[in-house]
């Protein structure tokens, strides 16, 4: 008789197997991998509960690449992420996983900031580990990577893309009206001059944003002036920024494409003496962590990310379940986040330019 509590030894004397379970349990390995595997029929109950209690006891781990290659699913979905220091990122990442670990899925999460060729290769990689699909954050237009995705064939959803790959489905935020929140508001607190500091012009979001932006300046009849940052990241933004304070464009409001950018604006703004929002009102985009306790608190755009990542992942999941289906667009609709970076337009137009 085995003492409770303690394993016995394996006959290889490495990892349990199902023979090693058989024996223990009296039982036909046969037996004990119908068991396992939930199939009915020819294994009772009272030996399925017995065959799975020794399986416990001995700890026993399935082979999960043995399982993928019966079912032809690994339960592994990689994740590819642009830019894994952009805060952006973590609450998407966290609504991804949530939702596929309560599936049984897992993630595989892969910076992808390499050059195309060691992108791509990256995608070879997770293909050749059986990954069931992936779900791609990077927000790049014409990317070289989805037309590798499309050789291995690999169920994929598109994920904060603004101008998504139309061969693919994807989740998004409304960014047309995430500009017109934004504009809404600074012309009811009398801006009439807006600088618009756009992201990168290969990111779909940073391309929506500023279009967006352009045709609701033209539709409100706003004197408008756009600088593009070369990145979303804070130092990108000062950059930009400063190019925006240099010209003779004055505005009385800026509006930056991601709150990283914003925080660059504010930087700028500072240098030069100005104050925020005494002469200049700013606003940024998505609600990132933290931005309220900034110095003024940031009005922002909030975006759903958290909300977006679950959804992607249910959205490959049905893509898995019906890999035939057309690929659809889901859009989230934001809220404007209104914060102490903004207040009425000061009497008289001109701050920056006077100040600068």
Do not use: W
């Not at 020819?42 to 079912?71: C, D, F, H, W």
């Not at 002469?279 to 998505?286: P, R």
């Amino acid at each position: 008789m085995r003492k409770a509590g303690i394993k016995p030894k394996t006959a290889s004397g490495g990892a349990i197997t199902i023979a090693d379970i058989a024996r223990e349990a009296g039982v036909h390995p046969a037996s004990v991998s119908r068991a396992l595997r939930g199939i009915g029929g020819k294994v009772s109950e009272a030996t399925r509960q017995r065959i799975e209690r020794v399986a416990r006891e001995m700890g026993y781990l399935p082979n999960a690449v043995a399982a993928s290659l019966r079912t032809k699913q690994s339960k592994l979905v990689g994740v590819l992420v642009p830019d894994l220091g952009n805060p952006l990122f973590g609450p998407l990442v966290t609504g991804i996983e949530v939702e596929l670990r309560s599936r049984g899925f897992m993630c595989l999460v892969a910076h992808t900031t390499d050059p195309p060729a060691a992108r791509t290769d990256l995608v070879a990689a997770l293909a050749h580990r059986q990954v069931s699909g992936l779900l791609i954050l990077a927000a790049e237009i014409g990317d070289a990577l989805l037309d590798t995705v499309q050789r291995y064939r690999l169920p994929t959803v598109l994920v904060n893309r603004g101008f998504g790959d139309r061969r693919f489905s994807s989740v998004v935020n409304d960014d047309q009206e995430s500009v017109r929140l934004v504009l809404d508001h600074l012309v009811a607190l009398g801006h009439r001059r807006i600088a618009h500091v756009a992201g990168p012009a290969g990111s779909s979001t940073g391309r929506g944003r500023r279009e967006a932006f352009i045709d609701l300046c033209r539709k409100h009849k706003l004197a408008t002036q756009v600088v593009q940052a070369s990145a979303f990241t804070r130092e990108a933004g000062l950059a930009a920024a400063t190019r925006l304070l240099d010209r003779s464009f004055a505005s009385t409001a800026i509006f930056a494409a991601n709150d990283l950018i914003a925080m660059g604006v504010l930087d700028a703004l500072r240098a030069r003496g100005l104050r925020v929002p005494d002469d200049v009102s700013v606003v940024g985009h998505n609600d990132m962590p933290l931005v309220d306790l900034i110095d003024p608190p940031l009005t922002t755009v909030r975006v759903a990310v958290e909300q977006m990542g679950r959804q992607a992942a249910q959205m490959l999941l049905e893509l898995l379940g019906a890999p035939t289906q057309a690929p659809v667009t889901r859009m989230l609709v934001p809220r404007l986040i209104v914060r102490d970076s903004t207040a009425r337009a000061a009497l008289g137009a001109g701050n920056v330019a006077r100040k600068a």
